[in-house]
């Protein structure tokens, strides 16, 4: 059982297109997020939910908007895609409080736009 | 804004030998730290956390230290095994910042037979 999903695993397309991601937790957790990370490895935040309510949003552009239609899910839809969206975007997902430090990763899709 | 991290450099050691990865940060004010693991094409796996009351902590194989004076922390591995080749990222955060990370810039580890 795969704690944190998300597909697809690869995405190519072509500059202008609209395109959805998908992840989905079955850790019971009630916080999510959305990571992108560059060609040099750079790991950076995007969004989080908690309790499908957005808490940190990144000075993201528009064209990225994420939806929670529940606590196990926080999906990414980009719309009009540029070249520089190329990259991997990781979802990963914590249970907030507590002390738990722990956020669960999801193995990355890996996004090319040409 | 805040960074944490270098830019990613390369470590090699040989099997067998112990390896120190180190990593600034640059927010006094976080209050937790962790290290990641990350092996290619594969999703960043945790491995050990910190906390900003404390100075050091054990895990299997594994030690983290943290230095709040000069903000620095380090991952020690003891006895490299040729699967601990990944890249190892440092985090920091702070409680009731809704449990965002900021992660470093990564260090490639390769450790050769």
């Known amino acids: 059982d795969t704690a944190v999903s998300q597909t697809p695993k690869y995405l190519v397309t072509q500059m202008g297109n609209d ?52 606590k196990a899910h926080l999906n990414l839809h980009i719309n009009s895609l540029e070249l520089g969206d190329s990259a991997v975007y990781f979802c990963a997902s914590s249970q907030h409080g507590g002390g738990n430090t722990e956020a669960f990763f999801g193995q990355g899709t890996r996004l090319t736009v040409v | 804004g805040e960074s944490v991290g270098l830019h990613l450099p390369t470590l090699s050691v040989q099997e067998g030998d112990n390896s120190i990865i180190n990593c600034a ?30 100075d050091k902590r054990q895990g299997q194989r594994v030690t983290v230290l943290l230095n709040k004076t000069v903000k620095h922390l380090s991952l020690q591995i003891a006895a490299t095994q040729p699967g601990d080749s990944a890249v ?26």
């Open chain 1, 19 to 70: 395109k959805s991601i998908k992840c989905e937790q079955n850790l019971g957790h009630d916080t999510m997020y959305w990571y992108k990370q560059d060609s040099k490895k750079f790991l950076k935040i995007m969004f989080s939910y908690n309790n499908k309510e957005l808490i940190i949003n990144e000075t993201v552009p528009n064209r990225f908007s994420p939806k929670s239609p529940d």
């Open chain 2, 25 to 54: 940060y640059s927010n006094s004010a976080s209050d937790y730290f962790i290290w990641y693991k990350q092996e290619s094409g594969k999703g960043p796996q945790f491995i050990i956390d910190i906390r900003s009351n404390m």
């Open chain 2, 88 to 113: 190892y990222f440092c985090a920091e955060g702070l409680t009731g910042g809704g449990n965002k990370l900021t992660f470093g810039t990564g260090t490639q580890l390769k450790v050769e037979l």
